[in-house]
């Protein structure tokens, strides 16, 4: 069992910056791969970003390419969503997940364990 506790999320100008963290604790945390996601009123849960057990490998959506960076301290058992360059269209709740195995990483059924997610708005 892996609990998952995100929080940074709040509210920030278009072209500004925010940093998430997600805190585990549980079984092993390298042990885990590590993801974002993010779900918007009305829409589906979608994924934003994730990292390898190491972090050395990570991927992410072409929405957020070159604006966030996904990062994890496995002596801390924290990732972290760097998001810079906001924008209005990245407004949701952001949740972390974390995923034994995943063969897709950008498929929210791979995940095992999410956390409660944090809200992120950007204004205009």
């Known amino acids: 069992q892996v609990q998952l506790v995100e929080s940074g999320g709040g509210l920030v100008q278009a072209g500004g910056s925010l940093r998430l963290s997600c805190a585990a604790s549980?079984?092993?945390?390298?042990?885990?791969?590590m993801g974002w996601f993010r779900q918007a009123p009305g829409k589906e849960r979608e994924f934003v970003a994730a990292?390898?057990?190491?972090?050395?490998?990570?991927v992410y959506a072409d929405s957020v390419k070159g604006r966030f960076t996904i990062s994890r301290d496995n002596a801390k058992n924290t990732v972290y969503l760097q998001m810079n360059s906001l924008k209005p269209e990245d407004t949701a709740v952001y949740y972390c997940?974390?995923?034994?195995?995943?063969?897709?990483?950008?498929?929210?059924?791979?995940?095992?364990?999410w956390g409660q997610g944090t809200q992120v708005t950007v204004s205009s």
């Open positions: 997940a974390a995923a034994l195995s995943a063969v897709v990483w950008g498929r929210v059924t791979e995940y095992d364990y």
């Open positions: 549980g079984r092993a945390f390298s042990n885990y791969h």
């Open positions: 990292a390898n057990w190491s972090g050395r490998n990570t």
